[in-house]
């Protein structure tokens, strides 16, 4: 049977940290604010938006909320895009997509200021994950799964990593953290042939294919780590990921559990970038 390598682990200890880091900032006078920008009334967004306030304040980040009609136009957004770059109380920002059609989303989330982009949605962001430097920060799900990792005393030096999953979200840019740390790194997605003889022989497996149950009992090797991003509602209404979960967890040596596993990583890890953005926006870079 695998291990479970659960998220509230990770948080505990994560959280823990932040709390205390949140003192020292506001010890020098200065309280981290995230603003947290929605159109529409989408379901899935209002959840993440609450999971997010939730988190914050129990961290002692202040969250401020701007939201948007599904039928706004563009120039409303990018407005409200402007009074989050120029207010210096504000130091990360969290722009919920995708966006309404009538929205073009690379004018927009480039019109961030990469400083405040907490969650690695524009260019300059992701042009610094894939060169190792520059400013903004990884997409949040993609370094959540590098800080489970790193809880549970994983050391990807030399590993064999598969990403399944090319997505500028999470395959790409985790494929790039995985490089950067020294592991081995396979990309797979919907044209690889013959996926499982691949993913097989990993020692790391990073799903994050966007299909429920789609990586089933031919894709695992014994031994092997599963990290589980997808989140999906299946039939039944019951939450699941894109790893059919009884194929493989009596083949695996540890798999994150969906719920419960790469979400609430997340969540922290946007606070982080919160507080780490908030330090680097102060002149004396405390």
Not at 23 to 40: D, F, K, N
Not at 134 to 160: K, N, S, W
Not at 184 to 189: F, K
Not at 234 to 260: M, Q, R, S, W, Y
Request: charged share 20%; hydrophobic share 45%.
């Amino acid at each position: 049977m695998a291990e479970l390598w659960k998220g509230a682990a990770v948080n505990a200890v994560l959280n823990e940290r932040l709390r205390s880091e949140v003192e020292t900032l506001r010890s020098c006078g200065v309280t981290p604010q995230l603003a947290i920008v929605r159109m529409g009334e989408r379901p899935d967004d209002i959840a993440y938006e609450r999971g997010a306030i939730k988190r914050c304040e129990s961290i002692g980040v202040k969250v401020c909320c701007h939201t948007l009609p599904a039928d706004a136009d563009e120039a409303a957004l990018l407005a409200v895009i402007d009074r989050v770059n120029r207010d210096v109380e504000i130091h990360g920002c969290l722009l919920l997509r995708p966006l309404p059609p009538q929205i073009d989303d690379t004018r927009v989330r480039n019109a961030l200021l990469p400083e405040k982009d907490v969650d690695g949605i524009t260019d300059q962001s992701l042009a610094g994950v894939f060169t190792g430097g520059g400013v903004g920060f990884p997409p949040c799900t993609a370094e959540a799964c590098l800080t489970i990792l790193d809880h549970f005393g994983y050391a990807l030096q030399g590993r064999r990593a598969v990403v399944i999953g090319r997505s500028l979200v999470v395959g790409k840019p985790v494929a790039m953290l995985l490089l950067a740390r020294h592991a081995t790194v396979t990309v797979c997605h919907t044209r690889t042939q013959d996926m499982p003889a691949i993913t097989r022989e990993a020692d790391l497996l990073i799903v994050a294919a966007g299909k429920p149950r789609i990586i089933d009992a031919p894709y695992f090797g014994q031994g092997q780590v599963v990290i589980d991003v997808g989140i999906h509602v299946d039939e039944t209404g019951a939450l699941c990921g894109d790893v059919d979960f009884a194929a493989a967890e009596p083949l695996v040596k540890a798999i994150t559990p969906v719920p419960g596993g790469v979400g609430t990583v997340t969540t922290s890890v946007l606070v982080q970038h919160v507080i780490e953005a908030a330090r680097r926006q102060q002149p004396s870079g405390k």
